[in-house]
Structures are given as C-alpha cells and as structure tokens.
C-alpha cells in the first residue's frame, strides 16, 4: 500500500511539475488534471515543406513534409502549454503558434478523450479542423495566410 501510494504521487507531481508542455508519445498516456491533445501538421500544397514545431521545454525539430505527409505529436493541454511553429515552402516562411489557447478553444470539442486536432497547410494558407476531413470541406477554419 505504501508502496502504491508513493508511485501514485510520484506520477501524480511529476505530472504537474513539468506543467504539462512536454510533448510525448503515447497517445495512451493520461493526462492526470489537463486532456491529451493529437496535433497533426498535414501539407495539402504540392511541394515539399519544412515544419521546424517546438515549445519552451521541448524541440520536435525539423521535418520535411512532402505533399499529403504529416507530422504529429501528443501532450497534455496545460494553462501555459505553447508550441510555436516555424514553416518554409519555397522562398516563403511563416513563424506561428501551433497549440496556443485559441487552438486549443478550437478543437477542444468533447467531454472525454483524445482531442484530435489538424492544422492544414495549403498554398493559399492555414486551417485548422477537429477532423481531417478530405478537402474542400466546410470544417476546415481558415486561420492565416503565408506571409
Ligand atoms: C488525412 O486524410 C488523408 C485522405 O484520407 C489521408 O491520406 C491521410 O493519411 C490523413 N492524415 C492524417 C494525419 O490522418
């Protein structure tokens, strides 16, 4: 019992101290106070991008996506959770938020379970959808263009 009480707090402090923006990869994981969010970054233009997705704790590093591919990761949504993005297509570059409170107000749409949430990079700009439905599809909600 002893036992089994101190790895419960243990997990249960190790998983409020790190306040949550450390990204990992099992979807199985539960998040102990916040919920689990699946982003996924999907490239809809046809070319080759480069994703480069980090928060203050934690750098996803630099992916090259070709046309249709993804990268995706998982976290635990906290208050001061954060992820900035920096993507290139060509001559063209953008630096943005990829999980901050307004995205996470936009896909966290139930009461239980995985939060799924896709931002759709296409050549006219940024999207961000609770499912990936095949484009064009009214559920995509425009964000931003490039720059
Ligand atoms: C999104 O949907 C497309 C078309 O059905 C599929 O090819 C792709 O793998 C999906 N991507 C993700 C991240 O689910």
Not at 27 to 34: E, G, H, K, M, S
Not at 56 to 69: C, Q, R, T, V
Not at 94 to 118: E, P, S, T, W
Not at 134 to 140: G, H, Q, Y
Request: aromatic share 22%; proline share 5%; glycine share 4%.
């Amino acid at each position: 019992m002893r036992s089994f009480l101190f790895i419960f707090f243990f997990f249960f402090f190790a998983s409020i101290s790190n306040t949550s923006v450390v990204a990992d990869e099992s979807l199985d994981t539960p998040c102990i106070i916040f919920d689990r969010f699946h982003m996924y970054v999907i490239n809809n233009i046809p070319a080759e991008i480069k994703l480069h997705a980090y928060s203050k704790d934690d750098d996803l590093g630099y992916h090259i996506l070709p046309y249709y591919a993804f990268y995706d990761w998982s976290f635990c949504f906290g208050p001061k959770t954060l992820f900035s993005g920096q993507l290139w297509w060509g001559s063209k570059y953008i630096a943005l938020n990829l999980v901050d409170n307004h995205v996470h107000k936009m896909c966290d749409r139930q009461m239980f379970g995985v939060r799924h949430c896709y931002w759709l990079v296409r050549p006219e700009g940024f999207y961000i959808g609770v499912k990936n439905n095949t484009w064009p599809d009214a559920s995509w909600v425009f964000q931003t263009p490039w720059p």
